[in-house]
């Protein structure tokens, strides 16, 4: 080897031009599984309508009665349901037909996407109807205020009554 060449190399090594190890480097993957979330949440587990003594032919008008919050993070729909007429609590025999129950709704925040039932519909007995639409909520949920309407004749045996509805909430396929 020349000495120019051999000096060069030692006072490199000297003054710390050693050569380095190479990089190394590795992946990490994160893995997770969003799973479809939904959820439902009623403002009150019953509404009671207040007629008064005197028979009024218009039909008796109940704003606000329940607010509905709903959480999604699929597309959903709302729908409700009754599977049975308004029913005497003092005459099994007695019933008034759930169709003179109609409700509405409308959305309390603008929320894209949704859609809701705005004009009066009865509820028909024994099928699932449509309240409202949406796809994935803001986190908060989507507020669902249903305004109901009933109408009662002087042909309706006096009484009181009763008639459950069910709301469900389901993805949308």
Do not use: H
């Amino acid at each position: 080897m020349n000495f120019a060449r051999m000096a060069a190399v030692l006072a490199a090594l000297v003054l710390g031009a050693s050569s380095s190890p190479a990089q190394v480097s590795r992946t990490l993957t994160f893995d997770f599984s969003n799973p479809a979330v939904m959820s439902l949440d009623i403002s009150r587990n019953a509404v009671s309508f207040t007629l008064p003594p005197n028979f009024i032919p218009a039909p008796r008008e109940m704003p606000e009665a329940v607010s509905i919050v709903v959480r999604s993070n699929v597309p959903w729909v709302l729908t409700a349901a009754v599977s049975s007429d308004f029913q005497s609590l003092e005459d099994a025999s007695r019933a008034i037909p759930s169709e003179r129950m109609e409700y509405r709704c409308r959305i309390r925040a603008a929320a894209a996407g949704v859609s809701c039932q705005e004009r009066f519909q009865p509820l028909v007995k024994n099928e699932a109807l449509d309240v409202a639409r949406g796809g994935a909520t803001p986190d908060p949920g989507v507020a669902i205020v249903t305004d109901y309407r009933l109408r009662i004749t002087l042909q309706d045996p006096a009484g009181s009554y009763t008639m459950p509805v069910t709301y469900t909430l389901s993805p949308v396929q």
